[in-house]
Nanobody, 136 residues
């Protein structure tokens, strides 16, 4: 059974750090790009970051690229999002999602549309999300 399960969310003060984890099962990460999205209450879901597990290439949206880092451990089928210098506006439910690399062909295998383009490739799998609350 294909599953993506997020963990690591919680409550943190501004300036603090969290590391989110996405555990994948039922498919081989080598053939997928894994992306993190987030959705704040009353707002649209937005892309945060993504990683190609085949070559390690990453892309992170401008609003968080100086503070967030995506990484993966293919042996463990895990993807992580290290979040530093957290701000109140980072409060959201964070989701991981997977898209097969074949679906990136229309985008010339550019990672940016996955994160920043509302007309992003259709994601094959989604996790249930983990809540991050940043408050003082």
């Amino acid at each position: 059974q294909v599953q993506l399960v997020e963990s690591g969310g919680g409550a943190v003060q501004p300036g603090g750090s969290l590391r989110l984890s996405c555990a994948a099962s039922g498919f081989d990460l080598k053939y997928y790009t894994i992306a993190w999205f987030r959705q704040a209450p009353g707002k649209e879901r937005e892309g945060v970051s993504c990683i190609n597990n085949s070559d390690g290439k990453t892309y992170t949206t401008d609003s968080v690229k100086d503070r967030f880092t995506i990484s993966s451990d293919n042996a463990k089928n895990m993807v992580y999002l290290q979040m530093n210098s957290l701000m109140v506006e980072d409060t959201a439910t964070y989701y991981c999602a997977a898209v097969h690399v074949s679906h990136l062909l229309p985008f010339n295998f550019n990672l940016r549309p996955i994160v920043d383009d509302p007309a992003r490739p259709h994601m094959n799998y989604w996790g249930r999300g983990t809540l991050v609350t940043v408050s003082s």
